[in-house]
């Protein structure tokens, strides 16, 4: 009995499934389709030997593009505003990182009545920021002290040991009873602007809002 296989004609399988070989392309144009893949336009583009399909070599890595901004435009800082936004976002540690903060003449000793005037409605106006990032703005407003001395004024104020278990609303009726029993309501002129200035500065920067003392 003859083998099975010596029945069957295997030369046709040539035709319906050609080997496709890997041929380098050069000189090509690239683009990006739709759904952001990339492709090829076909310009000197060679086709694989012994296959009818057209095989291209394509670095999906590279940030190379077509000159179109329809399709690639993405990748642009220009033409992107979420791009663009997120790299032009800074956190509060860049401050102690790039800015010279506590540093230099510090006070010591009690506190004056404008240091704790100014505090108050920095407490008030940043009562949901961390006790680091109160400290750097009250440097920033004038409050020439150490800020572990901000952060332990603030926490003595409010009769606080662990800040992060804070209830926010109670805390900020709690800062406007002391400002009314203080009478410092208001601000002075040059502090008032000092702390408009650094209120925008942290709303530029870090996205922060300060809720001011009506």
């Known amino acids: 009995m003859c083998d099975l296989l010596d029945l069957l004609d295997l030369d046709y399988l040539d035709d319906i499934a050609p080997v496709v070989s ?11 389709t739709f759904d952001g893949f990339p492709t090829c336009d076909g310009t000197n583009l060679k086709k694989a030997q012994h296959s009818p399909v057209d095989f291209c070599v394509v670095d999906i890595y590279e940030n190379d593009c077509s ?15 979420l791009v663009s936004s997120v790299k032009k976002r800074k956190t509060v540690n860049s401050l102690f990182e790039e800015e010279q903060l506590f540093r230099g003449n510090t006070q010591k000793g009690i506190w004056l009545e404008h240091e704790d005037r100014l505090l108050l409605h920095i407490m008030y106006a940043l009562t949901s ?24 004024k603030i926490k003595r104020t409010l009769h606080f040991g662990k800040w992060r278990d804070r209830k926010i609303p109670g805390i900020r009726a709690t800062i406007g009873d002391i400002l009314v029993d203080r009478k410092m309501q208001k601000l002075e002129e040059d502090e008032k602007a000092r702390f408009e200035q650094v209120c925008q500065e942290f709303q530029n920067d870090f996205g922060i809002t300060c809720k001011r003392y009506a």
């Open 22 to 32: 890997a041929v380098p392309v050069t000189g090509f144009k690239r683009q990006r």
């Open 129 to 152: 920021a961390e006790l680091r990032t109160m400290a750097a703005f009250a440097w920033k407003c004038g409050v020439r002290r150490p800020r572990r001395a901000i952060e332990k």
């Open 67 to 81: 000159s179109d901004q329809d399709t690639c435009g993405y990748l642009s800082e220009d033409s992107s505003p």
